[in-house]
């Protein structure tokens, strides 16, 4: 069952990214933090949960452009996770399509990542540099730093540097 992340997920949401992401805690601790600013975005936080265990989560949250005098509201996803010995059985892809779709829903008709570019272009997502936008708070390569257009025109005006949020910078 795909739904909203409740506040009695936090646990177990903490545990899924830590063991999807190697035993490390950073994306856990960028879940809290996004949880806690003003760019979260309740429903687009988002859990697969299987009888009480929750098997993925994706968190899509505001950020924005800013370029040529103007700024631009885009929303972000990061992080994806599935729990390890549930990968590769759609769940994720489950997730995503979810979240698009509430992300659309909402009015936001961007969302931008950091991300494998062997996996997010099937949801529409392409290289962002190829539309004017630029990320300088981190050194990736271009097929990596893409942008999925979700509501036609919303890229139409959005030149300039995407800005993550204070709660991705923290070290």
Same mark, same amino acid.
């Given at each position: 069952m795909i739904r909203t992340e409740r506040t009695a997920d936090y646990e177990q949401v903490y545990s899924l990214h830590y063991e999807?992401?190697?035993?490390?805690? @950073?994306? $856990?601790?960028?879940?809290?933090?996004? !949880?806690?600013? @003003?760019?979260?975005? #309740?429903? +687009?936080?988002?859990?697969? @949960?299987? @009888?009480?265990?929750?098997?993925?989560?994706? +968190? &899509? $949250?505001?950020?924005?452009?800013?370029?040529?005098? $103007? #700024?631009?509201?885009?929303?972000?996803?990061?992080? +994806?996770?599935?729990?390890?010995? &549930?990968?590769?059985k759609g769940i994720g892809s489950a997730l995503?399509?979810?979240?698009?779709? !509430? #992300?659309?829903?909402?009015?936001?008709g961007l969302v931008? &990542?950091?991300?494998?570019?062997?996996?997010?272009?099937?949801?529409?997502?392409e290289p962002a540099r190829?539309?004017?936008l630029e990320l300088t708070q981190y050194d990736v390569p271009d097929d990596v730093f893409m942008i999925n257009e979700l509501i036609q025109g919303s890229l139409d005006g959005a030149t300039g540097e995407l800005k993550y949020p204070q709660a991705f910078l923290h070290v």
């Open positions: 999807a992401f190697g035993k490390r805690e @950073d994306e $856990s601790k960028l879940v809290e933090r996004i !949880r806690q600013s @003003d760019q979260f975005v #309740t429903e +687009l936080s988002i859990v697969a @949960d299987m @009888d009480g265990s929750i098997a993925g989560h994706i +968190l &899509l $949250s505001k950020a924005a452009i800013f370029g040529h005098g $103007s #700024t631009v509201e885009v929303i972000v996803l990061a992080p +994806l996770a599935v729990q390890p010995a &549930l990968q590769k995503m399509q979810e979240g698009l779709r !509430r #992300t659309r829903e909402l009015g936001y931008a &990542l950091i991300g494998h570019p062997g996996y997010y272009p099937r949801f529409g997502f190829r539309h004017g």
